[in-house]
Every structure is written in structure tokens, then in C-alpha cells.
């Protein structure tokens, strides 16, 4: 499983890119210095101990422009810049850091620029006139920024990717809807559509990594990646909640996020998906029938309130149980009167014929 440090280092990275993104005062005044092909050396954030490693360089505190960066960039120093990338700190200055910490690099400025970085965990940017590329180092990590182009040619890409198992998603998602109207579900079924939907997601992880990297140019991927994520955290949510065997201190939210931390190996083993929803010990997950609790199936019933679908699965044990019953049945239950029971009826009816039309249309 992925590890706590690597979910740091991606947090790390998301705000990084935010503050680089295009569109932002910081990314003009860096790419005004790339374009230039000066170079340049910039460190976000200035406490007690970056102070230690800085030497020479002469104090400005003044605010943080792009033109200001650019003009400041033309000396051979590091710009030193607040905390929040608002003010100039100093500029022309020198950077120690220790000679003993490992760098991969080889240049002088990207080795004191990684340096500093896995002594201080500031951001520093560097501006290769060489190269000519944008690279951030925080922390023990490195990332060499793209041009926009490049990012939105990759999101392109992605979102098809995403359109792709989206449908093939869908598809899994109405077989398994017209299996459980008629009570013929195995857990095979169920694992395979939360397969689907861990590979859906990791999709989506990255490109709202791509979109945070486009900054204002990332507007048109987002709207594409909002119409093809609608309802899917709702869905799988709901999903788990409907075939998960723990007891109540199991969460559905919990067993979500353990199965987004499989790596992309472990999510492909049944055994260990099924395991997580519960079902483990010498079972056969392609084998073994399981019913619906009906969450998921009620939930596309128009205007049913949550608190009668809680009561409805707490009333009967299986959504087969909740189609079979009668409307007096129905109507016993507790925030159900006897129109409400016949909308019941009629909405589930309408699910099961829709179910077997688009179990049709994706088979």
C-alpha cells in the first residue's frame, strides 16, 4: 500500500503547483526570467534557520512583483521571497547549505538549490538558462515544471483515458443494477465495478494534478472532468454501503480509503478488494452470492428522503426483500404512508426496467 510520506509528498507537490501555476504573479516573473535565459535562484520563505545558510546579498523588503523578479533575477544571488510569495526579501544573496547532504545534481545553482531545499524544506526555484527549464525542489523532492502546451496535450489524453473507463464503468454499474433487482449478484460482480471505480479515480487524481499545474489555462479540463466525475463519489460510496460485511466501526468512507491506497497491482486481486469490503477466508469471490442492503438502488428513487431509505434497509434485510414487499408491507414502515409506499413501488419498477435496457444498450 502507499505509504503516509508519499501522500505528504503529493500534498506537497499540489501546492507547490499552485503557487506556479500560470496565471499566477510568480509563474509571470518566473517565465519572464526563463524567457530572458538569465537563470535565477528563488527560495519561498525565510526563517531563522534559511538565515544561517545565507550569506552576502543585500535586504529590500519590498513587494513581490513579476518585473521586480525578473529585474532582481539578472544578479548571480538568490532571491529570497516571504512565506507567501508577497514580498522580496532579499535579493543577490548566496546560499551554504551544507556541502554533506546528497544532491543528484550537477550544476552549481540546481545543487544549491537541492541542497537548500532538504536543509530548510523551503520551496526553491530554479531557473536553468541552459536547460531552459523550471525546476522546484521541496523537501527530498524534485519537479521539473512543463509548458502549458505539453500539460494540456497530457490532460487531453487523460480526460479520453477517463471517457473510456467511464463508459466502461457505467456499463459494469447498470449489469450490476439489473443482477441485484433480480437477487443474482455474486460478490465477483461487486468487486469488479469497485475495481472500476479505483481506476476511475486514479484517473481523476491525475488530472486534477494537471489542472492545478494549468492554473487559469486548466478551466475548460475541469469542466470536461466535472461532467465526467458527476455522481461517482455518491455512487461508490453508496456501493460499499450496500456490500460491505464489517460491523459498524468500519466506516464506508474508511473502506474507500483503503482501497484508493492499493497500488495499482494489489487493486487488480480480487481476493484482496473482497477483503476489504469484509469477505475474507478461503472463499470464492466469483462464486459467492451476496444480496444489496438496496442504498444505492433507493437512492434513484425522485425525491426519497434519506431518513426513509435508512428506514426502509433497517426494515428489511435486502433490497430483494424491499421489491417483493407489498405496499401495506410498505406502508408499516415508519415515515411511509400509503402514496409514498406506491411511489416506492412504482420507482423501483421504474429502476428495474431501465436496469434491463441498459444492461442491453452496454452489452
Do not use: W
Not at 539578472?74 to 529570497?80: H, L, P, R, S, T
Not at 490532460?155 to 441485484?180: H, K
Not at 410498505?330 to 431501465?354: F, N, P, S
Amino acid at each position: 500500500m502507499r505509504d503516509r510520506e508519499e501522500a505528504k509528498r503529493e500534498t506537497a507537490l499540489l501546492k507547490v503547483l499552485r503557487m506556479m501555476a500560470p496565471g499566477t504573479m510568480l509563474r509571470e516573473g518566473v517565465d519572464n526570467v526563463l524567457r530572458a535565459r538569465t537563470g535565477g535562484l528563488i527560495v519561498i520563505g525565510c526563517d531563522e534557520q534559511m538565515r544561517t545558510i545565507v550569506d552576502g546579498g543585500f535586504a529590500i523588503d519590498c513587494e513581490c512583483t513579476s518585473s521586480g523578479l525578473y529585474e532582481l533575477a539578472k544578479m548571480d544571488g538568490a532571491i529570497i521571497l516571504s512565506e507567501d510569495a508577497r514580498r522580496i526579501l532579499y535579493a543577490n544573496a548566496q546560499l551554504n547549505p551544507d556541502p554533506a547532504i546528497a544532491t543528484r545534481e550537477t550544476g552549481t545553482r540546481h545543487r544549491a538549490a537541492e541542497r537548500t531545499a532538504r536543509q530548510t524544506q523551503h520551496v526553491v526555484v530554479c531557473v536553468s538558462e541552459r536547460r531552459n527549464v523550471i525546476t522546484l525542489y521541496f523537501g527530498q523532492s524534485r519537479y521539473a515544471l512543463k509548458d502549458v502546451t505539453t500539460i494540456v496535450t497530457k490532460a487531453n489524453q487523460a480526460i479520453q483515458t477517463l471517457e473510456r473507463y467511464r463508459s466502461v464503468l457505467d456499463a459494469g454499474l447498470a449489469n450490476l443494477s439489473a443482477l441485484e433487482m433480480e437477487e443474482t449478484a455474486t460478490l465477483q460482480e461487486v468487486v469488479g465495478v469497485l475495481q472500476q471505480f479505483a481506476m476511475v479515480a486514479r484517473i481523476r487524481h491525475e488530472i486534477r494534478r494537471y489542472i492545478t499545474e494549468l492554473g487559469t489555462e486548466g478551466r475548460l479540463v475541469s469542466m470536461q472532468l466535472e461532467e465526467l466525475s458527476a455522481r461517482l463519489d455518491e455512487e461508490s460510496y453508496l456501493l460499499v454501503k450496500d456490500y460491505t460485511a464489517h460491523g459498524p466501526d468500519r466506516t464506508p468512507h474508511q473502506i474507500l480509503t483503503e482501497l484508493q491506497q492499493l497500488d495499482a497491482q494489489e487493486i487488480l486481486h480480487t481476493k484482496t478488494v473482497a477483503a476489504i469490503l469484509g469477505y475474507s477466508g478461503e472463499i470464492n469471490p466469483c462464486e459467492l452470492p451476496v444480496s444489496s442492503r438496496g442504498f444505492r438502488i433507493l437512492h434513484k428513487i425522485p425525491r426519497l428522503p434519506q431518513p426513509v431509505i435508512e428506514n426502509l434497509a433497517q426494515e428489511f434485510d435486502t433490497l430483494g426483500q424491499i421489491v417483493s414487499a407489498t405496499v401495506e408491507q410498505l406502508d408499516e414502515v415508519e415515515g411511509i404512508g400509503t402514496a409514498r409506499a406506491r411511489t416506492i413501488k412504482e420507482g423501483l419498477r421504474r429502476v428495474h426496467d431501465q436496469a434491463a435496457l441498459d444492461r442491453n444498450l452496454y452489452s
